[in-house]
């Protein structure tokens, strides 16, 4: 027994206080340490997208080396069952060999021609196919392109400027998104990042989610000036808050009615929770819906699709203008179609989800047993760690003091060989490569933290 064991264990004798869960020692971050310090030299914040910088958890940011299946391995040489999926891309796991085999081959015939290729009419095929709420599409390179550009085409089509968005849905860092709620019910939105022109801001309107009143006023008071309302298909980048089956239909029916256009931004819920995203789980068609994400297969990929009327206003069918040097570039292609071919087989979704399902349930299960204030919310194979006892559908809903147990949380999980991303308000993502004996591994190890967040 150590000295400090033995500490621990005598005075808890002596005092009659239980004896705490023995922490384990943090893992070694000797390597990503050094390699953070250089970074900071190179990058702001030494990283090249803030949320990787580990402000809200403990710790350096850990620098990945490789990955495979469902593991990932650090500069440290620390394994960790991988539940971010470089933030859910990657519904096939790591380093998956029919999409590794796919891009190489793609490559050997060079990387980018800026003319059309066979390969960009294949993985829209295969979309397309598969959707019965798209007529056509369009290949950008990120998320938050695909939302600017579904803007532009909503702006464009009805020739109208302002945008509703709910408060706690994240569309990348588009101008016009980038914008919070206000004081009232119903607010024009605040910037909220600087650079952004406060004219800008007030082009978009900011309700809670959930909320029918919020929106029935937001129409009331801005009655024939919404282009479109676009709201996550499920928000899931601020805690995971799963909106009512008839709140969506809500916002079908009021967008038709007012000839407003309603957005689905499924960056993270196309191609995750089915095929179809979000339209398919509600079975509620939106006018506009965005990719990013799954769709690339971890290659740089977005879309934005429609109907072939709303989609014929985009140049150089019609007068909305986007374009992109390397939209639709082969290397890319390749990886969306190995991905989406994976995806669209027979009962790939069953499996993952009943998988996700019975991984979230065991959780939850041992959390009741023990008491312990903590839920957690899962769609498909998405699911998030909360605090609380509370069933949470909107931003406000979340207390920022739970966050705290999700800081101690995310340390021990690490310490035991579980990757979740660094904040509590990520959600994270079961991939088809996690076996049911490393989600057993997963869950032992989430057992022991919750023990320990609760001081059991
Ligand atoms: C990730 C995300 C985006 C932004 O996508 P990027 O590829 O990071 O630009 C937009 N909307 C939603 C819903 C997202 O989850």
Redesign the pocket.
Known sequence: MTNFLKKLFSKSQESSTPVFHVDKQDISRESSTALYEKAKNYFPGGVNSPVRAFKSVYGTPLFIEKGDGCYLWDADGNQFIDFCCS?GPLILGHNHPKIREKVTEVMQNGMSFGAPTALENELAELILKNNSYLEKIRFVS???EA?MSAIRLARGYTKRDKILKFEGC???HVDALLVKAGSGLVTFGETSSAGIPKSFADETIVVPLNDMKAVKEAFKQFKNQLAAVII?GVPA?NGLLIQDQSFVEFLRDICTKNKTLLIF?E??SGFRIGFEGAAGYYQVKPDIVTY??IIGGGLPV?AYGASAEIMGNISPEGPVYQAGTLSGNPVAMAAGIAQLSELAKPGFYKELNAKAAEFVESIQRYADTHNYTFKVFRVGSIFWFAFTDQTIQTAEAIDPASMDKFKIMHRELLNRGVYLGPSGYEVGFVSAAHSKIDLEKAKRAIFECLDIVFKK
């Open positions: 933030w990120s998320g938050t939302v994240y569309h990348g996550e980048n931004d960056v993270i990013g994400k977005g």
